[in-house]
């Protein structure tokens, strides 16, 4: 049973403290997608890669956030440093299957709940 | 600048009644729609699509409906069961930009009352 799997689940931090999320990506996905879930704004598109290269992350606070894909099964979200206003639920989705057309669903991850005090 | 929006951000409908949740956008290049359900402490699984070309699509108790000259598209439940309770995310592409990228809306909760 293929899925998108995330760690951790949870996280509670104090602000000014570097976090780390992860995200493995079901095998044979080329796209990876980085979302963070708020009550106002709903689903937020924060990045996304395809076969590992960065393709828009215009959705990030760039100053304290970064994306990468370190290799194929391996995607990492960094805050640093954390502000509580950064506390969401932090999905990753992956999709790309090659069989497909382009219209391609997404499969996401459980997701990383953060809070930032 | 939120592109897609869904107004309703709550549902309430008896078990067995339909539920109906809409979606309106405003970029009208979008031309790809979708509908996913989220569980409490889960990520958002996909349910049903449409492509532009449609202006319905059924499956089993789901059925989504767009209208383009509008730019609404709605989902239908029917008929609704206590595990529809759940919160339905509408989104949608560009498939010519051939991206990938979904906007999504913030959401609609669904209770099934029994």
């Known amino acids: 049973d293929a899925r998108v799997t995330q760690t951790p689940r949870h996280k509670v931090t104090e602000m000014g403290q570097e976090v780390t999320m992860r995200c493995q990506p079901i095998l044979g996905h080329n796209t990876v997608f980085w979302y963070r879930q708020t009550m106002m704004q709903g689903l937020e598109l924060l990045a996304y890669?395809?076969?590992?290269?960065?393709?828009?992350d215009s959705g990030m606070p760039k100053d304290r956030f970064s994306a990468e894909m370190p290799d194929a099964t391996l995607a990492t979200l960094k805050i640093q440093p954390s502000e509580p206003r950064d506390s969401a639920v932090y999905f990753c989705?992956?999709?790309?299957?090659?069989?497909?057309?382009?219209?391609?669903?997404?499969?996401f991850g459980p997701g990383t709940r953060l809070l930032v005090l | 600048d939120q592109q897609v929006k869904q107004n309703s951000p709550s549902l309430s409908v008896q078990e067995g009644r339909i539920s109906i949740l809409n979606c309106d956008y405003t970029?009208?290049?979008?031309?790809?729609f979708l509908w996913y359900k989220k569980y409490p402490a889960e990520g958002p699984t996909f349910l049903i699509s449409?492509?532009?070309?449609?202006d319905k699509n059924e499956d089993g108790r789901f059925t989504v409906f767009l209208n383009k000259s509008a730019k609404h598209l709605s989902l239908h439940i029917v008929p609704s069961q206590p595990g529809d309770s759940a919160v339905y995310f509408c989104?949608?592409?560009?498939?010519?930009?051939?991206?990938?990228?979904?906007?999504f809306g913030a959401g609609t909760t669904v209770t099934v009352r029994a």
């Open positions: 989705a992956s999709g790309g299957e090659p069989r497909l057309s382009y219209q391609e669903t997404q499969y």
């Open positions: 449409i492509s532009s070309i449609k």
């Open positions: 989104a949608a592409s560009v498939s010519r930009y051939n991206d990938y990228k979904l906007s």
């Open positions: 970029n009208s290049m979008f031309d790809y």
């Open positions: 890669f395809r076969n590992r290269a960065p393709l828009d």
